[in-house]
């Protein structure tokens, strides 16, 4: 196995008219193993929340040069954050893991039907029912080809 390593990723957030407005520099340990990784800010970096409705432009580079950032391998792409209504407040609140995906994928809440279709694959990684969700997840937005990689960090928490 190959030794871990700590690479530096850069994430990006702004507004609309390109104006900066968060900016974080988290450190990310890699094993060398292939697989989908999920990122994290830290909670105590005191990032303002986004503001409902407006649109955002994400990126996240990996730094592979410290001295030369052309080098860097970079995604980006949009999120806006939509407010949840009392209803679907309450239905989430109540709801199982599983209907959770649901509820989210259905209001168009991705990061967090992503996310807690990951936790669910972790807890049952036997169940094929999550792992053909998955699958259609990631076929929906044209990622089927990561479909079946490890969740190499979701799983290690």
Same mark, same amino acid.
């Given at each position: 196995?190959?030794?871990?390593k700590?690479? *530096?990723? =850069?994430f990006?957030?702004?507004?609309?008219?390109? @104006? &900066? +407005?968060?900016?974080q520099?988290?450190?990310?340990?890699?094993?060398?193993?292939?697989?989908v990784?999920?990122?994290?800010?830290p909670?105590n970096?005191?990032?303002?929340?986004?503001?409902?409705g407006?649109d955002?432009?994400?990126?996240v580079? *990996?730094? =592979?040069?410290?001295d030369?950032?052309?080098?860097? @391998? &970079? +995604?980006?792409g949009?999120?806006?954050r939509?407010?949840?209504?009392?209803d679907?407040?309450?239905?989430?609140?109540?709801a199982?893991?599983?209907?959770?995906?649901?509820l989210?994928?259905?209001?168009?809440?991705?990061?967090?039907t992503?996310?807690?279709?990951?936790?669910?694959?972790?807890?049952?990684?036997?169940?094929t029912?999550?792992?053909s969700s998955w699958?259609?997840?990631?076929?929906?937005?044209?990622?089927?080809?990561?479909a079946?990689?490890?969740?190499?960090q979701?799983?290690?928490?």
């Amino acid at each position: 196995e190959t030794p871990e390593k700590t690479l *530096l990723l =850069c994430f990006r957030v702004s507004d609309v008219i390109r @104006i &900066r +407005v968060r900016q974080q520099y988290p450190i990310f340990s890699i094993t060398g193993t292939p697989g989908v990784a999920s990122l994290s800010l830290p909670g105590n970096a005191n990032i303002p929340p986004l503001v409902v409705g407006k649109d955002y432009h994400w990126s996240v580079s *990996l730094i =592979c040069k410290t001295d030369d950032r052309s080098k860097d @391998i &970079r +995604v980006d792409g949009w999120v806006q954050r939509v407010a949840t209504n009392v209803d679907l407040t309450k239905q989430l609140a109540t709801a199982k893991p599983t209907d959770r995906v649901r509820l989210y994928a259905n209001n168009g809440i991705w990061f967090d039907t992503v996310t807690t279709l990951a936790e669910q694959r972790c807890a049952n990684p036997k169940e094929t029912a999550l792992n053909s969700s998955w699958a259609e997840l990631l076929k929906s937005v044209q990622l089927e080809a990561i479909a079946d990689q490890p969740l190499i960090q979701q799983c290690q928490r």
